[in-house]
């Protein structure tokens, strides 16, 4: 069965230091997302894209974020300097249309020291 | 806010036992979707109920949807061991628009003890 799948599973970066996260949605899915997930805290949007351009963006998606579909097949997220409290797990997802199932990826946990 | 609310915050129960999970949300909706998370890992898509619908099952799952009490509530039957995790409500937003951010609750963390 397609899965989205994400790497790294798991990223440790200096504070201040570049991210990119890395996501391949399911491949017949137009819709992709980012959400990420603070320790003991609710799951997040950040942001939403389709058709080559963001859709949505939470207030979370500042200046420092930005998202990209370099080819037919990646979706990346990146972070330009990091803070401490970007730490938490960030999730991709995508879906066949916005109205239907968001298929979620297993996760990358970004821990900023 | 839109984000959905689960009750209880955390169940215990034996296996073979059934659990029951709820979520309220504030406003209309175009859909619901339910997740499973097991601890520091992904989520899993369960099932999704949409607002002209009532009641989807999917296995051992039984979810309801009441759009006039904005409330869900997710059913396990004969629960197992297996079923321990944390399990969410995520809502859409009815804006008549089709941007599809999802809005998640707390989740429910519920445990099957042997």
């Known amino acids: 069965e397609p899965e989205v799948t994400q790497t790294p599973s798991h990223q440790v970066t200096q504070m201040g230091q570049e991210v990119i996260l890395r996501c391949v949605p399911i491949?017949?899915?137009?819709?992709f997302y980012w959400y990420r997930q603070i320790l003991g805290q609710k799951v997040e949007f950040l942001v939403s894209?389709?058709?080559?351009?963001?859709?949505?963006k939470s207030e979370i998606f500042d200046d420092q974020f930005s998202v990209e579909r370099p080819d037919g097949s990646n979706f990346t997220l990146k972070i330009r300097s990091t803070k401490l409290e970007d730490s938490a797990m960030y999730f991709c997802?995508?879906?066949?249309?916005?109205?239907?199932?968001?298929?979620f990826g297993p996760g990358t946990r970004l821990t900023v020291l | 806010s839109q984000q959905g609310e689960e009750d209880p915050q955390a169940l215990s129960i034996q296996e073979g036992e059934n659990a029951t999970m709820n979520c309220s949300y504030k406003?209309?909706?175009?859909?619901l979707q339910w997740y499973r998370q097991n601890s520091g890992r992904g989520l899993v898509h369960l099932i999704l109920?949409?607002?002209?619908?009532r009641e989807k099952h999917s296995g051992r799952l039984r979810v309801t949807l009441d759009t006039s009490k904005k409330s869900s509530s997710l059913l396990i039957t004969a629960s197992r061991a297996a079923d321990t995790a944390s399990y969410f409500c995520?809502?859409?937003?009815?804006?008549?628009?089709?941007?599809?951010?999802?809005?998640f609750g707390r989740g429910t963390q519920l445990t099957v003890w042997p």
């Open positions: 997802a995508s879906s066949r249309d916005s109205y239907n199932e968001q298929f």
């Open positions: 491949s017949n899915h137009l819709y």
């Open positions: 894209f389709y058709n080559n351009e963001i859709s949505e």
């Open positions: 406003t209309s909706i175009n859909n």
């Open positions: 109920i949409r607002s002209n619908e």
């Open positions: 995520a809502t859409d937003h009815d804006r008549g628009s089709t941007l599809g951010r999802l809005y």
